[in-house]
Nanobody, 120 residues
């Protein structure tokens, strides 16, 4: 079993910054891709950014140039640096990890979510 624990959400004014962290623990052999998703009220969950084990990243068009995803493989942790935040970024942010067990089986795990609110 793998647990993902997110932190770093909160209330911030427009134009401000936040840094989200997501640490994975448990029976992990290897973590492949990790990503951040968000879900605003009344909307579907959407991909914000993802990063491969080797460090290649991709972003939603709406956050390009403002958000940066990174990871520390030694700590099984993924980060999301969010700058120039806008009210439209308000959502619950979830991290996701694509893991591989010793058996070779692949599983996706989700964190519990952390609220980000951008408001003056």
């Amino acid at each position: 079993q793998v647990q993902l624990v997110e932190s770093g959400g909160g209330l911030v004014q427009p134009g401000g910054s936040l840094r989200l962290s997501c640490a994975a623990s448990g029976s992990i052999f290897r973590i492949n891709a990790m990503g951040w998703y968000r879900q605003a009220p009344g909307k579907q969950r959407e991909l914000v950014a993802a990063i491969t084990r080797g460090g290649r990243s991709n972003y939603a068009d709406s956050v390009k140039g403002r958000f940066t995803i990174s990871r520390d493989n030694a700590k099984n942790t993924v980060y999301l640096q969010m700058n120039s935040l806008e009210p439209e970024d308000t959502a619950v942010y979830y991290c996701k990890a694509a893991t591989v067990a010793l058996s070779g089986s692949q599983y996706d795990y989700w964190g519990q979510g952390t609220q980000v609110t951008v408001s003056s």
